[in-house]
């Protein structure tokens, strides 16, 4: 069936280091992306949402130069931490949205815990 | 823009008992809301659903009641298992094809 496929699970980095995560549609296309950003113990908070062959569209508050979303094909929206600092340290998650609300109105990818050190 | 509270932000519970939390929405145009469980570490995973059309939904153990006047639905979990101990988000929606807006939250912890 339909997934959402995301790489790196994990990656621990330096700080001032860019680090990049993929997010892939399987068996289906994604117009449109959306990213979370989960701080421990904390809600799933929207960063932007990326749409194919266009600008993101970013969330009050969030440095469009520092996390850098390319969505250059209908099944891989990338999201680039650049410069990453502690404070970027993270669970970060893509979806993409699923036609219908039959099991969910998004599809999840699987996550990316992000350490900067 | 949506505006959800989630109530409460942690519960604990013995294992057996009922737990419910409540979710309040401020976008009338919401007419779509879904529980999602998520488990430390792991994605979202949705737990039941309702649409605005009905008032209650069950499956087996869950329940997902709905007051659109009030603006408000809660979850229900029955004879609760440690294994339903997680963090459950709230994210009525308007299915206008925007992004889901989750609630703050509630850890629920289920002691044997």
């Known amino acids: 069936g339909a997934v959402v496929s995301q790489h790196p699970s994990w990656v621990i980095c330096k700080s001032g280091t860019s680090v990049k995560i993929e997010c892939r549609s399987l068996?289906?296309?994604?117009?449109?992306m959306f990213w979370y950003r989960q701080f421990p113990k904390q809600s799933l908070m929207l960063m932007a949402t990326?749409?194919?062959?266009?600008?993101?569209?970013?969330e009050q508050g969030v440095e469009k130069d520092k996390f850098l979303i390319n969505h250059a094909s209908l099944t891989l929206s990338t999201l680039t931490v650049t410069s990453a600092h502690p404070e970027d340290s993270s669970f970060y998650i893509c979806?993409?949205?699923?036609?219908?609300?039959?099991?969910?109105?998004?599809?999840f990818g699987s996550g990316t815990q992000l350490s900067v050190l | 823009g949506e505006n959800v509270e989630q109530h409460p932000s942690t519960l604990s519970v013995q294992e057996g008992d009922s737990a419910v939390i409540k979710c309040t929405y401020s976008?009338?145009?919401?007419?779509?809301f879904p529980w999602y469980k998520q488990e430390l570490g792991k994605r979202p995973q949705l737990i039941i659903d309702?649409?605005?059309?009905?008032g209650e939904k069950k499956d087996q153990r869950i329940a997902v009641t709905l007051n659109k006047t009030a603006k408000h639905f809660s979850l229900h979990i029955t004879e609760t298992q440690p294994e339903d101990s997680a963090v459950y988000f709230c994210?009525?929606?308007?299915?206008?094809?925007?992004?889901?807006?989750f609630g703050k939250g509630t850890t629920l912890s289920v002691s044997s």
């Open positions: 990326s749409n194919e062959g266009s600008k993101a569209t970013y």
């Open positions: 979806s993409a949205p699923r036609s219908g609300t039959a099991d969910g109105r998004l599809f």
């Open positions: 309702i649409r605005s059309n009905v």
């Open positions: 994210a009525p929606d308007d299915q206008a094809g925007t992004a889901l807006i």
């Open positions: 976008d009338s145009a919401s007419n779509y």
């Open positions: 068996d289906f296309q994604a117009t449109t």
